[in-house]
């Protein structure tokens, strides 16, 4: 009898012991450290050189146990790009304007009320997100882990918004959902950040006209969709012509790609049409969909850019903005191969060190739970 007590005994500490090194790890990977947290409240950030500001919160991390994994984005790709800029002694956590999750109120600006109540269908948004395994989650936490972060990454755009017309330059280390539509999510994209950011500056009175110029490799048809027949936004997308979406919307200007175009010709292209489409939109503010999935090798498209190529593109883009007096934001969009968080990285980089020359801190290296904690 005593025996038998004391191997009852062994086997629940056992027991209680493999539970505590599990809880210990999942803690481990989904508790923030502390460069994070201190991007998790609400706050004013600092605009450096009173020229660029750089938008991001740790509420755009994605964590539902690893299962984000399994789907073709790389949600972990802000955080590794904020990490980045932080660890190369760009951009201290202070500096960082973190934004408040956006509101119904503001969602309501763009999308309808029916599209509102079918995201408590966790089936819908899996078809939204082409994500199968969300379908068998509980509304609730698809609602808190998924959705929870597409509306700080929203709340990130309209706060980039505001900063772009304060400072000049906006980044929100997120965003550019031009796939979704007023009815619809699609295309991994639920809530249409740039469309409900123009619509809630529209309505603060802060700004007239805007333009979308949309650089990812699929057509930005969401955005397309939401402005047609609005004289006062103007959509521009440049995409690959043979890849989703089919059929394409209508934007107010569309270049269509082949397959296999380089840097040269894209470079070439944009550089003619930039200053047509800025004439054309007469902009208040432009909104950069910036997405890199044109690099080559992107598993979902067959572009060849190479990443200098693709930072060019962004320079250009932005510096035009700057030397024509125009705010400008950039959204992060798609991009889908390993290492696509590095070219954003990179262009993100640049755009700091153009304008903010004398900045920068002394690089370290990341710590091993901030390692764990992005990858
Ligand atoms: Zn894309």
């Known amino acids: 009898m005593k025996k038998r007590t004391s191997k009852k005994r062994r086997k629940r500490i056992i027991l209680a012991a493999a539970s505590g090194v599990i809880a210990l790890v999942v803690f481990g990977c989904v508790y923030p450290p502390k460069s994070f947290r201190a991007v998790k409240q609400p706050r004013e950030g600092r605009a450096m050189n009173d020229k660029v500001a750089i938008v991001y919160s740790k509420h755009y991390q994605i964590n539902v146990g690893g299962l984000e994994k399994l789907h073709s ?7 590794k790009i904020y990490l980045a800029l932080n660890t190369a002694g760009l951009l201290r956590p202070e500096d960082v304007f973190v934004p408040e999750s956006d509101t119904e109120e503001q969602i309501l600006l763009v999308h309808s009320p029916e599209f509102l109540a079918s995201l408590k269908n966790s089936k819908t948004v899996a078809r939204y997100l082409e994500a199968p395994i969300i379908a068998a989650a509980p509304a609730g936490l698809v609602d808190a882990a998924v959705l929870n972060a597409f509306r700080y990454a929203t709340g990130g755009t309209i706060l980039a918004g505001r900063l772009a017309l304060k400072h000049g330059i906006a980044i929100n280390l997120a965003g550019g959902y031009h796939h979704a539509k007023p009815n619809a999510g699609e295309g991994f994209n639920v809530y249409a950040d740039m469309a409900i950011a123009i619509r809630a500056l529209q309505k603060d009175g802060l700004i007239k006209r805007a333009l979308i110029v ?3 490799v699929h057509q930005g048809n969401g955005s397309a969709v939401i402005f047609a027949g609005d004289e006062a936004v103007f959509t521009f997308s440049m995409h690959e ?15 269509e790609l082949p397959a296999g175009t380089g840097d040269e010709k894209y470079l070439r292209l944009l550089a003619m049409c930039l200053p047509k489409v800025i004439a054309a939109a007469r902009p208040d503010i432009v909104f950069i969909q910036a997405g890199c999935d044109t690099l080559a090798g992107d598993p979902l498209a067959r572009l060849k850019m190479t990443a200098e190529g693709i930072v060019k593109r962004d320079a250009m883009v932005i510096d035009r903005c700057v030397s024509e007096g125009i705010p400008v934001v950039m959204c992060l969009g798609g991009g889908y191969s390993e290492n696509a968080w590095k070219v ?20 370290r290296r990341p710590t091993a739970k901030e390692k764990l904690y992005t990858k």
């Open 73 to 79: 984005f790389d949600i972990h790709k802000y955080a």
């Open 214 to 216: 949309d650089l990812d």
């Open 241 to 255: 012509d043979d890849i989703y979406p089919i059929p394409k919307a209508k934007s107010d200007f569309d270049v």
């Open 344 to 363: 954003q990285y990179d262009s993100v980089r640049r755009t700091i060190e153009k304008y903010n020359p004398s900045g920068g801190n002394r690089p």
